[in-house]
């Protein structure tokens, strides 16, 4: 299975490493945020499908029921409908930004910062399939979620298509079954 043109890119942010995605929708920026912010619509595509979110700058957010993470919470560090979304996810944090490229059309910036370079590999390969799950729940066919055995991509499969294109590696890998 070729990825490469899926991968998304291993950048710095300041002093942090961090992974970053840029995907195009053909859905009007309104949808997609709601899409992205939404607890059932999380449900679908998110690495943990029980989100619960305070809609504001320094509220609460929640993960639950992520089968490779404890519970972790974290902190909305922006909200800005219907262009920004940030938070912590324990040491990480991950920034969602979208862009209205018109009515009908809007880029999607993932950002995950890490606390270790050698989860970029890692965490770039389950966003991925993460993302290819928001990619049908964007589109109105929603799957059962990044965990589920009918995922776009599988994760180990992307897990080594980023370590071969040469992201840092090395970070503790879940048990997969």
């Known amino acids: 299975m070729d990825l490469t043109p899926d991968l998304g890119s291993y950048v710095q942010v300041g002093d942090r490493p961090a992974v970053r995605f840029e995907r195009i929708y053909p859905h009007p920026i309104d949808h997609v945020w709601t899409t992205i912010t939404d607890p059932a619509e999380l449900a679908h595509w998110f690495p943990a499908p029980e989100v619960s979110i305070e809609p504001r700058a320094?509220?609460?957010?929640?993960?639950?029921g992520d089968p490779h993470t404890d519970d972790?919470?974290?902190?909305?560090?922006?909200?800005?409908p219907p262009t920004r979304l940030a938070f912590s996810w324990g040491a990480d944090e991950l920034h969602f930004t979208l862009e209205a490229l018109d009515a009908t059309?809007?880029?999607?910036?993932?950002?995950?910062?890490?606390?270790?370079?050698?989860a970029a590999a890692r965490n770039a390969g389950g966003w991925l399939v993460c993302l290819g799950e928001l990619a049908k729940a964007v589109a109105g066919n929603p799957g059962h979620g990044p965990h589920s055995d009918a995922v776009l991509a599988p994760w180990p499969e992307v897990y080594q298509a980023h370590v071969a294109a040469g992201l840092p590696y090395g970070a503790q890998i879940p048990e997969l079954t």
């Open 58 to 64: 320094g509220g609460r957010i929640s993960f639950r």
């Open 72 to 80: 972790v919470p974290g902190t909305v560090l922006a909200w800005e």
């Open 105 to 118: 059309t809007c880029r999607l910036v993932l950002l995950d910062v890490l606390e270790h370079r050698d």
